[in-house]
């Protein structure tokens, strides 16, 4: 990073660690969510109901457009060629063959490409997402192996593809890190996650591990993951009286406009984005070079451009998660509390961006414990800049402690479960903070007598059928309750007769999870109408505000963004309501909305619908935008979410292959708001978790930086025969401080999946798996 976005993260930290003083003072009033949202109470409304998604038949009858198939008249499609050295110089590019061959438009290399600025990286500024500090095809300088270094643009993409190929580039390459000891060799340093240090200290955790009568000490490999959505990445897009026009697959729909429009000197309604379906991102679907190399081959070109990754494509230039080494030392007292818990490790990072794996942050709220050491530190290699990639952090972080907590209770010959409820902490124990909401206790009871727990073998290796090692293991998931600022909302009620109906629009991306669908079903409860006369819009910059699809805060973001909006429709309705209304003279907190219209909270026959309103203020429609609240509530309160994850699994005797045969996910992430959904949203983090736990790694050539299994035929990933049937449960216990009283749930089921699995295998085979994935290679 440079030295200017270094100084900006280290300033927003200080600023951040004051605010984080300040605001625990305050009294609970003076913080959003200090008063519960009132649409907690209501128990018989929308919310809380199975919807189906209102874009499902949209999809299954082709009707909802993605990135790669939007069209532009004259469009011409586009193929990258990727450099093969991990750093150096290009010494020489022919590209006569290239230009020569059929159908091509243009091949743009550093030579001959727009000038551009380098993209604002993430975290340098509340907009800023690129994905590193570099410039893209403005130089000869290679970075990592599978930098872009030219685009080819054909009337076909198999001309594109063909022509790209027959690119003649040399290399001077030059001294590079690539391995693992040489990166630790030139240096560590400590860790940081969105400017804040990645390190905790309690007490004297060393001291207390020592003299502890039960301890556990070991150290626990995770490897790299590649993201797999199921649509690689596109864009189609287009130079339209000088303003850019991107259809886009991306989560972070309006910062990424911006920080495109900042590439390009262009202001702030210069880029147009949309992106109104996302097949799939986990993080992924973000900022990276293909787009801006697209934008300027269609600007030198004069023509719209198509651009869509291959598979190999998506590995080379899209981020993922990278390895780490875990140590966990854990240290109790004979009936099994905690007197030391030390989580330290080391992560990889590019030169070029500060994006960690923080897989200590799910251990600082976990469990009660008087001496604490948590650190990240981090080395520096030649490679593809790491991104988020769900749960970043507490995906593979948990796989460690809870993996930990496992052995501990072997040791103390407690029975796991038990061990973990033991350990319960009354507030923070590294912030101090009251909880916000936990029932994991509720949750761990629940799922075991759901499971059959108490049918676990007692003894490793004692359950037997045939061939066939059968086991049972548990592990805790968390994950946090965010809600980034900058969300706003845009409520329209529009008249039609005695009908009204509403449009409410936020730029926010639905991946898939069921956001639309969650937000109209809010809307029409807060709004009081039924679901058919509410419509969401998203995906689209020129919809006010910035809402990020990450960190599971997306519907925490829209649903303060939808309270700010809907007071202020309320305001401005009852101004519209005039002298002549039952409500006039009252103010909005005397009002409530309900059955198409606005009543009176302590006479609730004093009503007027919208419609009746809009039509004595002969208005057909009425529109406001407000901003949620600053997320202040995660400063006040510790906010997480929770499960209690138990695993089944058989290994074979013979062969070492490990079969799941049930899983059950006990979760605490307060009220449910459509269960429909977010059944799919648990599976899904679950089986992503069996991936990561049995076959997920990225094969690294540590001789040259490349990634050598970039497709799904070599990169293994869960498929239906991987999967059993998962049970899901949840304790719908809302959290009386957030909107809704819900909290995120796209990432929580990943967590603790990984150590669940691995836990079942230690209670089939008695081997101790302490390196993902658990490989048969491992077991035999």
């Known amino acids: 990073m440079s030295i200017v976005d270094t100084a900006k993260q280290a300033a927003q930290g200080v600023m951040q660690s004051a605010m984080e003083k300040l605001v625990p003072l305050a009294p609970d009033s003076w913080i959003p969510g200090g008063v519960p949202d009132p649409l907690i109470a209501r128990k018989h409304g929308l919310v809380g109901k199975p919807v189906s998604r209102l874009d499902g038949p949209l999809k299954v009858q082709g009707a909802a457009p993605f990135a790669a198939e939007f069209r532009f008249d004259g469009m011409v499609y586009a193929a990258l060629r990727y450099a093969t050295i991990p750093r150096g110089r290009i010494t020489a590019i022919d590209t006569a063959a290239a230009e020569s061959a059929p159908g091509v438009v243009l091949v743009m290399t550093h030579r001959n490409a727009p000038r551009m600025n380098t993209p604002a990286v993430f975290g340098s500024s509340p907009t800023a997402v690129g994905p590193a500090d570099l410039p893209i095809l403005q130089d000869d300088r290679v970075h990592w192996n599978g930098q872009p270094i030219a685009c080819v643009l054909a009337e076909t993409q198999d001309q594109a593809d063909h022509a790209a190929s027959l690119l003649r580039v040399t290399f001077a390459e030059e001294p590079s890190t690539t391995t693992l000891a040489g990166a630790k060799a030139n240096g560590i340093e400590q860790g940081l996650f969105m400017g804040q240090p990645l390190k905790n200290e309690i007490g004297d955790a060393a001291a207390a591990l020592a003299g502890a009568p039960h301890a556990v000490d070991h150290v626990y490999h995770t490897p790299r993951h590649n993201h797999n959505p199921i649509e690689p990445h596109a864009a189609t897009l287009a130079w339209v009286d000088g303003t850019l ?87 109790a007292q004979a009936d099994g509390r905690f007197e030391a818990l030390i989580h330290t490790g080391l992560s990889v990072m590019t030169p070029h961006n500060a994006m960690p794996e923080p897989f200590i942050l799910g251990t600082r709220a976990a469990y009660a414990c008087p001496n604490v050491t948590l650190g990240v530190d981090v080395v520096r290699m030649n490679m593809l800049a790491n991104t988020f990639m769900r749960a970043p952090g507490e995906a593979v972080g948990t796989f460690a402690l809870e993996s930990a907590i496992d052995e501990l209770a072997v040791d103390l010959g407690m029975d796991p479960v038990d061990l973990r409820i033991l350990n319960e902490p009354e507030k923070d124990p590294t912030s101090g903070l009251p909880f916000s909401s936990r029932h994991i206790v509720t949750a761990w009871r629940q799922g075991a007598e759901r499971f059959g727990w108490a049918d676990r073998p007692v003894e490793p290796g004692s359950r037997r059928e045939g061939e066939w090692l059968i086991g049972m293991g548990c592990a805790t998931g968390t994950y946090p309750y965010y809600r980034m600022p900058g969300a706003e909302a845009r409520i329209t009620l529009t008249r039609d007769g005695d009908t009204v109906r509403a449009e409410v629009e936020v730029a926010a991306a639905e991946m898939g999870m069921g956001t639309a669908t969650t937000t109209a079903m809010v809307a029409a409860e ?61 103010s909005a907190d005397e009002v409530a909305s309900g059955d198409g219209g606005l009543a009176r909270r302590d006479a609730p026959a004093e009503r007027e619908s919208y419609a009746s309103i809009l039509a004595r203020a002969q208005r057909d429609s009425v529109t406001v935008t407000a901003a949620g609240s600053q997320p202040l509530e995660l400063m006040h309160w510790s906010m997480h979410s929770h499960s209690a994850l138990f695993c089944e699994v058989r290994v074979n005797a013979v062969t070492g292959e490990t079969r799941i045969a049930r899983f059950l996910g006990a979760f605490d992430c307060g009220r449910i708001l459509n269960p429909k959904t977010a059944t799919s949203q648990f599976r899904g983090g679950i089986i992503m978790g069996l991936g990561m736990a049995l076959m997920e790694e990225t094969q690294f050539d540590e001789r040259n930086g490349r990634i050598m299994n970039p497709s799904l035929a070599e990169y293994h990933v869960p498929v239906h025969l991987d999967v059993p ?36 295998v230690y209670n089939a085979t008695g081997r101790r798996i302490r390196d993902l994935p658990i490989t048969l290679d491992k077991l035999l």
């Open 526 to 586: 807060r709004l009081g109408l039924p679901l058919d006369q509410v419509a969401v819009g998203y995906g689209d910059s020129a919809i006010p505000g910035a809402i990020m699809a990450g960190g599971s805060q997306q519907t925490a973001a829209i649903g303060a963004a939808v309270i700010a909006a809907h007071n202020a429709l309320v305001d401005e309705l009852l101004t519209l309501s005039g002298n002549d209304s039952p409500l006039a003279g009252l």
């Open 245 to 331: 026009v991107i259809h886009d697959a991306s989560q972070m729909v309006t910062q990424q406009a911006q920080t495109i429009g900042e590439v390009f000197d262009l202001n702030a309604d210069g880029v147009r984005l949309t992106s109104p379906y996302v097949g799939g991102g986990f993080g992924s679907k973000g900022l990276w070079d293909h787009q801006v190399i697209a934008a300027a081959a269609a600007k030198l070109a004069d023509r719209p451009v198509r651009i869509a990754l291959s598979r190999e494509g998506v590995y080379r230039t899209v981020g993922g998660r990278t390895l780490t080494e875990q140590r966990v030392a854990i240290g």
């Open 725 to 760: 049937d998962i049970d899901v449960m949840w304790t719908d216990i809302p959290d009386p401080h957030t909107p809704m009283g819900a909290h995120g749930i796209g990432e929580i089921g990943i967590t603790g999946v990984a150590a669940a699995v691995a836990n079942a």
